[in-house]
């Protein structure tokens, strides 16, 4: 697959699995919504319910920005699967032009988002390397 290819792919996913490190070194997997641009990938803490908005997550970008993401397509005719990876670096933001640029980004995508846009932080992913794979062009 090629770079445009897993670019379209990527941008068309409606879920993806944000992989992060804790301090102690130990893997964090957890599906996520995102939008992206020309500048990178983003997902918001919103209003779904959470045990708290303080997400490991979150604390893990902090303590090592290092992520990667995958998006995916299973199908039963295995001729249809493919993925996706990005390998990026992570940052937390809190307010400000991304921060508003990444919500108004996300509402386009989600229509959950229109009635009840995320409040909380995003992040934002810089990304750095991409590769993919498909059964079929």
Known sequence: ???????????????AHLATVDPAGLPHLVPMVFAMDEDGLYSAVDHK??????????SNIAANPGVALLVDEYADDWSHLWWVRVDGTA?????????????SLLADKYAQYRGQPPTGDVIEVTIARISGWAASP
């Open 91 to 103: 940052q937390v933001i809190h307010t400000g032009e991304r921060w508003d640029r990444a919500v």
């Open 1 to 15: 697959m090629d770079t445009t290819d897993a670019l379209q792919r990527l941008a068309h996913a409606r879920v």
């Open 49 to 58: 319910p959470k045990s708290s908005t303080r997400l490991k997550r979150l």
